[in-house]
């Protein structure tokens, strides 16, 4: 089974700043993780996902995470941080194995803060 | 882009009521999800859905709840009788392949108010 953990459930930074949300998960397969972000009274969009091959992989919006193995982590960073950035974001790896083709299982969600 | 859509965007119901949550997946999606957020907390998976039956469901989804796909283009969730702690936004999600690889789309949500 998964199960994922996100380091801060609010972070803040200035607009222009480096963005870093913690994503840590723990998988008995190899895992295939997915990034989603959700605007105010949005649902949930896609922004990018880890399934094999490069481990850094970049998304929508000038976002990439990084996967790394040896630390089962897949942090989600953005070198310069807009306005239009603030929302929460969610790690979800996808479920292995059973009937369940792929369900996700949700982090308790990062609320990103941007001020000017 | 296509697009999973959700109707209605906000239920107000009474308690013990029945309640229905529609959803639209992506046309060419084999695969279709529930999901629910309660206010504050985290997304949990409720059942997923393929080939007109359900292929897994939690222990939150217990006998109140039922899930259908009446005619090929609709993906339904039923509360048969709700309690205040349904309460939540619940979001339908779509995918075209059984790979975990495979991204899930979701709707906007219907938020659920029991009164």
């Known amino acids: 089974a998964q199960s994922v953990t996100q380091l801060g459930s609010h972070v803040s930074v200035s607009e222009g700043a480096l963005v870093l949300l913690r994503c840590n998960y723990s998988?008995?397969?190899?895992?295939?993780l997915f990034w989603y972000v959700q605007y105010p009274n949005q649902g949930l969009q896609l922004l990018l996902k880890?399934?094999?091959?490069?481990?850094l992989v970049k998304g929508i919006n000038g976002f990439e995470a990084e996967f790394k193995k040896s630390e089962t982590s897949f942090h989600l960073t953005k070198p310069s941080a807009h306005m239009s950035d603030a929302a929460e974001y969610f790690c979800a790896p996808a479920n292995a194995g059973g009937t369940s083709y792929g369900k996700l299982t949700f982090g308790q969600g990062t609320i990103l803060t941007v001020h000017p | 882009e296509p697009e999973v859509t959700q109707t209605p965007s906000h239920q107000v119901t009474q308690m013990g009521q029945e309640v229905i949550l529609r959803c639209v997946p992506i046309?060419?999606?084999?695969?279709f999800y529930w999901y629910r957020q309660i206010l504050g907390q985290k997304v949990e998976f409720l059942v997923s859905f393929y080939n007109n039956e359900i292929s897994e469901k939690s222990e939150i989804f217990d006998d109140q709840f039922s899930v259908e796909r009446p005619d090929g283009s609709n993906f339904t969730l039923k509360i048969r009788s709700t309690k205040l702690e349904d309460s939540a936004m619940y979001f339908c999600a779509s995918k075209v392949g059984s790979g975990r690889n495979q991204p899930q789309h979701f709707g906007d949500g219907t938020r659920l108010s029991i009164l």
């Open positions: 880890y399934t094999t091959g490069a481990t």
């Open positions: 046309s060419n999606h084999l695969y």
């Open positions: 998988s008995s397969v190899p895992p295939y």
